[in-house]
């Protein structure tokens, strides 16, 4: 996992190139402008703006990915994301949705949470457990974020 901001000068440094480059042009574009939808970045790489309010943790599913990653940025709002740096136990999980790239499990182990505010950045690698917008102090917030899918055979 990683975490940056947009608005810092070093946002990419040590990230995998197609990952700054996923990252630049997310800097040439207004994000609060972006329309609600899927919306194709190359080929291979598209990204999913949605709007939502956040909810208590312990009412959502955790969620890992295998065959892309995820860069999530807010764009609206504050969320708390619970994650993970230990792999998964995947007999806890939901049967592979290969189709849409993900399994679901109720919690997560050795969780941690972390609070992302407009321009932040989450970055997560396939079998990080990661379960995003969340409450913060217990405070519904109504969001406005995308998500980036990187195939991970362009890493």
């Not at 993900?102 to 379960?131: C, G, W």
């Not at 109504?142 to 998500?147: A, D, E, S, T, Y």
Request: glycine share 4%; aromatic share 8%.
């Amino acid at each position: 996992m990683f975490i940056g901001d947009l608005t810092k000068q070093d946002y990419k440094l040590g990230l995998p190139k197609v990952i700054g480059e996923a990252l630049d042009y997310l800097k040439t574009i207004d994000l609060a402008a972006l329309e609600v939808g899927r919306h194709d970045i190359t080929d291979q790489i598209y990204m999913n703006v949605m709007e939502l309010d956040t909810c208590a943790a312990e009412s959502k599913k955790a969620e890992i990915h295998r065959q892309y990653l995820d860069i999530q940025v807010l764009i609206s709002g504050k969320e708390a994301i619970q994650c993970s740096p230990v792999y998964p136990d995947l007999s806890l999980y939901t049967e592979y949705d290969e189709k849409d790239d993900y399994q679901l499990t109720p919690d997560i182990e050795a969780k941690s949470e972390i609070v992302l505010r407009p321009n932040m950045f989450a970055i997560f690698l396939p079998y990080e457990p990661h379960k995003p917008c969340c409450n913060v102090e217990q405070q519904v917030q109504h969001l406005k974020k995308l998500v980036v899918k990187v195939p991970v055979t362009l890493l």
